[in-house]
């Protein structure tokens, strides 16, 4: 698991915010390999069952970037353009 920086309270609110997701991502990850569980990601339109273990291997490739969103149960949500009256 990675470690925060020593200075990681003089850092931005958004900084910290995206460090404490990329943990919590990392460490559902890892939870799944244990496990032996896949994780549900969002690709090419559709939802695919990955094994975790491929993601823990693909951790140092930056071929494919994974969100937070796309260890999620569902896919992400669609922005809707609001009606202006």
């Known amino acids: 698991m990675t ?3 020593t200075n990681v309270l003089k850092m931005p ?4 915010s995206l ?3 990329k943990a919590a991502v990392e460490k559902v990850i890892e939870e799944h390999a244990r496990e032996g ?3 549900y990601l969002w690709r090419d339109g ?3 069952a990955v094994p975790a273990k491929e993601l823990l291997k693909g951790n140092g490739n930056k071929k494919r970037r994974h969100s937070a969103s796309a260890v999620t149960d569902h896919p992400p949500r669609r922005r809707t353009r609001h009606k202006s009256r």
């Open 13 to 16: 609110l958004a900084e910290r």
């Open 19 to 21: 460090l404490a997701l």
């Open 3 to 5: 470690m925060p920086p």
């Open 46 to 48: 559709k939802v695919v």
């Open 37 to 39: 569980l896949p994780l």
